[in-house]
Nanobody, 126 residues
Framework: QVQLEESGGGLVQVGGSMRLSCASS????????MGWFRQAPGKEREFVASISWSGGSTYYSDLVKGRFTISRNNAANMVYLQMSSLKPEDTAVYYC???????????????????WGQGTQVTVSS
């Protein structure tokens, strides 16, 4: 069973930056692709960004491409999401999640996730 703990959320002004962190434990972190997802009030949870198990490949939603950067530190069992040029529509609860299959290059499908943390709230104010 994998445990996930997201942190780093809060309130930020439009155009600001924020870095989210996710600590993983309980499973071989370095063997699994990781993803960031978000859920705004009244909306479905959606894909934001993913990174391959090795860190060599990254993918982004068109909504955040060029503004967000995903990275990972396999030695520390951590994955990060650096967010810049934030917009009010980025307001959501952000979740990190591992792929349930090993050695994949991307994680964009919520159906491939079987473990979720509690998430961290990001609020972008205008």
């Amino acid at each position: 069973q994998v445990q996930l703990e997201e942190s780093g959320g809060g309130l930020v002004q439009v155009g600001g930056s924020m870095r989210l962190s996710c600590a993983s434990s309980g499973r071989s972190f370095s063997s699994y692709a990781m993803g960031w997802f978000r859920q705004a009030p009244g909306k479905e949870r959606e894909f934001v960004a993913s990174i391959s198990w090795s860190g060599g490949s990254t993918y982004y939603s068109d909504l955040v491409k060029g503004r967000f950067t995903i990275s990972r530190n396999n030695a520390a069992n951590m994955v990060y999401l650096q967010m810049s040029s934030l917009k009010p529509e980025d307001t959501a609860v952000y979740y990190c999640a591992p792929d349930r299959l090993k050695y994949r290059t991307s994680l964009m499908d919520l159906n491939r996730v079987d473990s979720w943390g509690q998430g961290t709230q990001v609020t972008v104010s205008s």
